[in-house]
């Protein structure tokens, strides 16, 4: 039967036509369907205005704004001309010698009225690496292609305008002619006569590979007693000016030692109006003399104290970082920086006298997450708490007036900074022999103390992924689930989970060892391995809370009915199946399944905070909680990110010759800033972070949503979010407890409740206190008042005006503020279609997805066939199980005159069909029996089974 099946397969695969193909909703009007002349007529009619700009000699920024009705961004070939249209006029006719390349921004209309402008792919090349202009209608396909691209994305929004950025890496532009509308008419007409060519991707020059040798797995390290070393926090005070910018005025440092006490006095300020005298009329270059003097005297503690090297501030990534980085750059130019900026984050900041390391600065933030208000009440309570100022009131004439009032502000939040770092440098030294000093982020923290005291590598294996590995199985790593189900409820129960992830960490398996991969799982038995496997699934519409995570083309996290393709982890398609999903393994990694390493690991921290708990240490119980959450996620760190340098006119060419460039700006005439995709997917390219390990992050949150479907998947469920959930009806005692790892503790008591959207909920508590939850820039804005204005009406939009105090300027690096209007309300049917009753809506239902995008046509072929063999087979299989009850009850199924109603999870009704025997019509005469069927083992394969003889068994005599 199994060759006969493989046969079958192959004729499908070799002789079947095409039965599927990928359509879409754009709507492409391709010169074979539109005349020349219409398209082109098209093109200049669109544009109201076009501007040029240009900032340096190795910089164009020109922009076509568009009239309206402004064209829907679905018109690929029209914007893929406009955009040629600008090349045409502002870069070829620039472009002398030496590379050149352009980076492609958008401005689109959403729907609900809000303008995004962001930049699409990465960089395109205008010439090869040797300088010479590459073909025009290959550069026009490689437009084309990412226009395509992003109208599969943003379906349906209307386009405001589009900006080219045109980079060159030469010392002079040529003196540009102007283009009258027939020679620009001209130069598109020939484009278009050629069309779109073949090319395989956006061409560009590679980059040398990077020669470091990678580690295959994470190894234990050695614990190794060390001095605690000495370090310096530092704080910015920071006005508007009359751009909105933030300068400093004022700024301050602290030198702190292990074990020395540190007194509010011995902080050192600098103030910009001690520099009156100096500078009376300019206030920006008093502010530039703070920021100096700052430096310069961190230049000379770190050479009379050799053992300090770091400075902290607290939200340096986004904040002060910035504000140094520019003033280094633009100011210190015997100073070589080398910042650490991955995906827009700061961080460290590097500064270099040669080769040797000067001084860095780092963020505390990143290794003590909260404010430092919280922080200093867990780890220093002693030290008293942050003040407050009016900082929309900080003005350059309030300055003379109120300088101790702001001086002493500020001196209070450098030394609760101090006393938090040297309390947390003090514990994680006592406890593991780890300096805080020496690490950047918590994560990195948590994995080192792991590997050194917990860790055992010839028990388990934790192998680093290569390139092809990761890039798959990260297809799996979804996260958490969220989820709104139902909109508004009454006397509710919100439970939340003690410590989900570590839980998990420590009581499942993990996938151990390296990889296999398994090009076709048809015929692989599954039950004792672990991987992630790309499977083609069905859910049925009776699901009314589905399991299986799907990610649509915007990225949007869903969880659909219907059928898709998709990477999961072999547990999650496991538990699919015994819930009525239909599963179809094609391909994937397999692991070896084995113990959790992490279980020593959860049970100390979470035995140990507590006891810090009980004993009323906070500090204590603050780091444990912190360390035993932070592991996993280090595991799962994308190798994919945007990068950001701080370099100079050499350094800046050679990057721009990357095919990842982003963007590529000046900010003197020695200092560009220049940000490019690190790791991106279409390069050869390839340096990861160390000691990642993407399948354990990937693992340990599938088992997450397993362990949380039986409580998600409950009719009086309203709300869940990764490791809570709001229910109609209390869970069982059993399952209750605040102090028993993996148990439930009831958060809150919820007499009302307005659940409208992930992250968008408000309810209020049986004792009054209001809770509301809303993600998004204007968080701030929303009101209890307001979730129940929206329940009422889903389709309304409010506008409100949200002042963004600290938005980053990255081509120039100033961090300033910008007032910005939203329309805010709920998107609904995003992730779950509304349910009306009686015109009010009162639940949800799930979105149905039918996606067969990741496949071939000869796949699609064979998974249809599949899908229809199972679905015959699960049905014989009901019958069956039918048949062995009623003769474990001693009923003879073939005298039964009526078939017991058969519950298939995946149907709401089994219809007679020509591949199922029909019940045979009752005569007078008697039929031999026929013999009955041995119980099947049940399917891991997907393929129809041999039918085996059956055989008469004993008849059993009614109890």
């Avoid at 990761?470 to 439970?495: S, W």
């Avoid at 229910?727 to 009302?752: Q, V, W």
């Avoid at 009054?768 to 929303?782: L, S």
């Avoid at 009850?885 to 009704?909: A, F, H, R």
Wanted: proline share 6%; hydrophobic share 35%; aromatic share 10%.
């Amino acid at each position: 039967m199994k060759m006969k099946m493989k046969m079958q397969i192959k004729m499908l695969t070799t002789s079947m036509k095409p039965m599927f193909s990928k359509t879409h909703s754009i709507r492409y009007y391709t010169t074979d369907q539109v005349p020349t002349e219409i398209l082109l007529n098209r093109v200049f009619n669109t544009v109201e205005s076009t501007s040029v700009q240009d900032p340096h000699q190795s910089l164009i920024i020109a922009t076509h704004n568009f009239r309206e009705p402004e064209p829907f961004i679905n018109d690929v070939d029209l914007h893929t001309l406009l955009i040629m249209d600008l090349l045409n006029q502002f870069a070829y006719p620039s472009i002398t010698t030496g590379y050149a390349k352009f980076g492609i921004l958008i401005t689109i209309r959403r729907s609900y009225g809000e303008e995004i402008t962001f930049s699409i792919g990465p960089a395109i090349p205008l010439t090869d690496d040797s300088g010479c202009l590459l073909s025009k209608s290959v550069v026009y396909s490689n437009i084309y292609k990412l226009i395509t691209k992003q109208a599969e994305i943003d379906d349906g929004d209307q386009l405001v305008r589009v900006t080219i950025r045109v980079y060159l890496d030469q010392d002079k532009k040529k003196k540009r002619p102007s283009l009258d509308e027939e020679d620009r008419y001209n130069l598109l007409n020939e484009i278009i006569e050629v069309g779109v060519v073949d090319t395989n991707d956006i061409i560009a020059m590679k980059i040398q590979h990077n020669k470091r040798r990678y580690l295959k797995n994470i190894s234990p390290i050695d614990v190794k007693d060390q001095d605690l070393r000495p370090f310096i926090v530092s704080d910015l005070e920071t006005l508007l000016d009359k751009n909105q910018f933030h300068k400093p005025y004022a700024a301050g440092l602290l030198m702190v030692f292990p074990g020395k006490e540190i007194q509010n006095w011995m902080i050192e300020t600098w103030y910009s109006e001690d520099y009156s005298i100096l500078y009376p009329e300019a206030f920006e270059k008093r502010s530039k003399k703070v920021l100096t003097d700052l430096v310069l005297r961190i230049t000379a503690l770190v050479k009379k104290n050799k053992e300090v090297q770091t400075i902290y501030f607290h939200n340096f990534s986004r904040f002060d970082g910035i504000i140094l980085l520019k003033h280094l750059a633009c100011n210190h130019k015997d100073f070589h920086l080398k910042p650490l900026m991955r995906n827009h984050r700061l961080y460290e900041l590097a500064v270099y006298s040669g080769k040797k390391m000067l001084f860095r600065f780092r963020d505390s933030l990143n290794l003590l997450h909260g404010s430092l208000n919280d922080l200093a009440k867990s780890l220093c309570p002693d030290f008293g708490t942050k003040g407050s100022i009016n900082y929309d009131e900080v003005t350059v004439d309030k300055l003379p007036a109120m300088k101790d009032e702001y001086i002493d502000y500020m001196k209070q939040d450098i030394y609760l900074l101090g006393g938090v770092m040297q309390k947390a440098q003090e514990i994680y030294s006592n406890l593991y022999k780890v300096d805080i000093e020496s690490k950047i982020t918590l994560s990195a923290l948590s994995l080192s103390i792991f590997r050194m005291k917990y860790f055992d590598d010839s028990h388990f294996s934790i192998h680093i992924p290569n390139r092809n590995e990761d890039q798959f199985i990260r297809h799996g790593y979804y996260g958490g689930h969220t989820d709104a189900y139902k909109p508004h409820g009454k006397d509710l129960y919100f439970y939340d989970v003690n410590s989900l992830y570590p839980f998990i960490m420590k009581e499942f398996p993990m996938p151990h060892g390296a990889p296999v991969w398994y090009g076709n799982l048809q015929e692989k038995d599954l039950d004792n391995k672990l991987g992630f496997i790309e499977a083609y699934v069905e859910c049925p519409k009776t699901l009314k809370n589905p399991f299986l995570p799907y990610r649509d083309k915007n990225g949007l996290l869903l969880f659909p009915t219907g059928k898709f393709v998709g990477v999961y982890f072999s547990e999650e398609l496991k538990f699919a199946r015994e819930i009525g999903y239909t599963v179809i393994p094609l391909s994937g990694y397999l692991f070896e399944k084995k113990e959790s390493p992490f279980s020593n690991f959860v049970s100390n921290l979470f035995e140990s905070r507590l006891e810090a708990k009980k004993s009323g240490n906070d500090a204590l119980s603050y780091v444990y909680k912190i360390l035993m959450n932070s592991l996993y996620g280090r595991f799962g760190i994308n190798p994919q990110s945007t990068k950001t340098e701080v370099c100079d006119t050499v350094r800046s060419r050679k990057l721009l010759r990357r095919s990842e460039l982003i963007s590529a700006d000046v900010l003197n005439d020695n200092c560009h800033v220049v940000s490019y995709h690190h790791n991106y997917k279409s390069n050869d390219y390839w340096d990861p972070p160390k000691n990642t390990a993407v399948q354990l992050s990937a693992a340990i949150t599938a088992y997450a949503r397993i362990y949380m479907y039986p409580y998600i998947s409950r009719e009086d469920c309203y709300y869940t979010d990764t490791d809570s959930v709001v229910l109609g009806n209390p869970l069982p005692d059993e399952l209750i407890s605040s102090s028993i790892l993996g148990k439930f503790k009831l958060e809150d008591r919820i007499s009302e409740g307005f659940f409208l959207a992930p992250k968008s909920y408000c309810y209020k508590t049986v004792d009054g206190k209001e809770i509301v939850k809303f993600k998004g820039a204007a968080k701030d804005q929303i009101s209890p008042e307001w979730f129940p204005s929206q329940l009422a009406d889903p389709d309304l939009k409010q506008q409100v005006t949200v002042e963004a105090h600290f938005r980053i300027e990255w081509s120039t690096l100033e961090v300033y503020k910008k007032d910005q209007k939203f329309l805010v309300g709920i998107n609904k049917g995003a992730k779950r279609k509304p349910v009306h009753i009686h015109e009010k809506w009162s639940d949800t239902e799930p979105i149905e997805v039918n996606d067969l995008s990741r496949l071939d046509h000869i796949s699609k072929r064979l998974v249809m066939f599949l899908s229809e063999n199972i679905t015959h087979l699960v049905r014989e299989n009901h019958s069956l199980h039918e048949k062995l009850s009623l003769m474990e009850k001693g009923i003879d199924p073939e005298m039964k005159e009526e078939p017991t109603e058969v519950t298939n999870p995946t149907v709401d009704e089994i219809p007679l069909t020509d591949n199922q025997p029909k019940k045979k019509p009752k005569t007078d005469k008697k039929e031999p029996k026929k013999k009955a069927k041995k119980k099947k083992a049940p399917l891991t394969d997907n393929q129809p089974k041999k039918k085996q003889p059956k055989k008469k068994p004993p008849k059993k005599k009614p109890p």
